[in-house]
């Protein structure tokens, strides 16, 4: 699934309300029937929902299921992806979309650019993308767990990671500026910088590498583990360093030493306290993803053991900071939100870029099943409350009331 925002300036405001309509009977029903859809649109005239679901169904917004046991559709990612658009655009948080440049088993990186001119960053979570296959052949998984849609799980999903970068940003850690988040999308500033797994070499290893190690350490000081701390979730920002106006590097190795190496840290779905039941491993796989690494492609090895998570504990319990797993739960994101999210990650064997990754060709081809095979089965019916999805709208709205930056109110 690919983010193609063309079609979105051609889409009417009845549109778009239609396409919400789905969106609210799929809390409901896997399938949403035509006369629930016509109602919770709130169109007046059959001929005008007919013809807007006409325009969203050759837009793969929402998809027709065959063999259903009544007429009605489904909303796709697409459907999504356009209703998160919408509203960053009514918020004028987005005004214009520009080039994919990231894609994961679990998200989309797309460059976004605001009504100024500055260029920001939209991050999309697709859960469903790798748990489509799972969820498909164990369908009591949806049938027993309110809580077991791609929708909601990809909304929590951006939830959780909006609250946990606006309080380490907050809190003086190098991260991106959050600016706004909505269902399963979440706008923050672009980073000037490239993954640490695309620099080749660096001037001072060891510096680097006690930079990253004092990071994991200060994370646990204020009562986090960030979970999926590796080369594929650190940037590396060049800071240059004031020096005399006539003084010209000799070679290249004078010019990387006008340079101070930043890391920026990324991506925190996977993100536990430090009182979490298995808070021990995710710290010592933090730790040893960055040894690893460093050994594989600097060829660097620290004299030091390494920081283990009874240093961690220590630091915590003598020195601490602010308990940010405390403020982002009170920010709206519920216990229960990170247990349903974290029990649904292992469930369908979203374990981030330290776990096993999946391979491009198997990722392109649980897309096209995306597409197709729910199309070929008989659909049943998802007989969730709603109660859940009103809870998340709710704490939505909190996380939305609080002042992130001046520039989420553009």
Not at 93 to 106: D, F, P, T
Not at 118 to 137: A, E, M, N, Y
Not at 320 to 342: H, I, N, Q, T
Request: proline share 4%.
């Amino acid at each position: 699934m690919k983010l193609d925002a063309k079609a979105i300036r051609y889409l009417t405001s009845e549109d778009f309300r239609v396409l919400q309509g789905v969106e609210a009977g799929s809390r409901n029903h896997e399938v949403v029937p035509t006369p629930l859809i016509a109602q919770l649109s709130g169109l007046r005239g059959g001929s005008g929902v007919h013809r807007a679901i006409s325009n969203l169904a050759k837009t793969n917004l929402i998809a027709k299921v065959k063999n259903a046991k009544y007429d009605g559709y489904r909303l796709t990612y697409g459907g999504l992806d356009y209703l998160a658009l919408n509203a960053h655009q009514k918020q004028k948080v987005v005004y214009s979309v520009g080039n994919q440049i990231g894609v994961g088993k679990e998200s989309d990186i797309v460059v976004v650019a605001h009504g100024s001119g500055s260029q920001r960053i939209l991050k999309i979570h697709r859960l469903g993308r790798i748990s489509f296959r799972t969820v498909k052949t164990n369908r009591d998984y949806l049938r027993h767990r309110n809580t077991g849609s791609w929708m909601y799980m990809s909304r929590l999903a951006a939830m959780k990671e909006f609250a946990f970068m606006k309080a380490l940003r907050e809190n003086g850690f190098s991260v991106p500026e959050p600016i706004a988040q909505n269902r399963h999308t979440i706008v923050m500033s672009l980073i000037d910088a490239f993954p640490l797994r695309q620099i080749a070499k660096v001037p001072n290893p060891a510096g680097l590498y006690s930079e990253l190690m004092d990071m994991i350490i200060e994370l646990a000081r204020f009562g986090l583990i960030h979970g999926d701390f590796n080369e594929f979730n650190i940037l590396i920002k060049e800071i240059p360093i004031p020096s005399e106006k006539d003084k010209e590097a000799e070679n290249a190795e004078a010019e990387e030493e006008n340079y101070r190496l930043e890391p920026v840290l990324i991506d925190f779905p996977q993100m536990v306290s430090i009182d979490h039941v298995n808070a021990e491993m995710y710290f010592d796989r933090d730790v040893n993803c960055i040894k690893r690494y460093f050994q594989r492609k600097f060829h660097f090895v620290s004299d030091a053991p390494g920081p283990s998570f009874a240093d961690a504990k220590k630091v915590f319990l003598k020195n601490p900071g602010k308990r940010l797993d405390v403020e982002v739960e009170a920010s709206g994101f519920s216990r229960k939100m990170a247990r349903d999210l974290e029990n649904y990650m292992k469930e369908v064997g979203a374990d981030g870029d330290a776990g096993e990754r999946d391979n491009e060709d198997e990722e392109e081809d649980e897309d096209e099943e995306e597409g197709s095979g729910s199309d070929s089965e008989e659909v049943q019916e998802d007989e969730q409350p709603a109660r859940a999805d009103a809870d998340v709208d709710e704490s939505s709205k909190r996380l939305e009331g609080l002042q992130v930056s001046w520039s989420s109110a553009q």
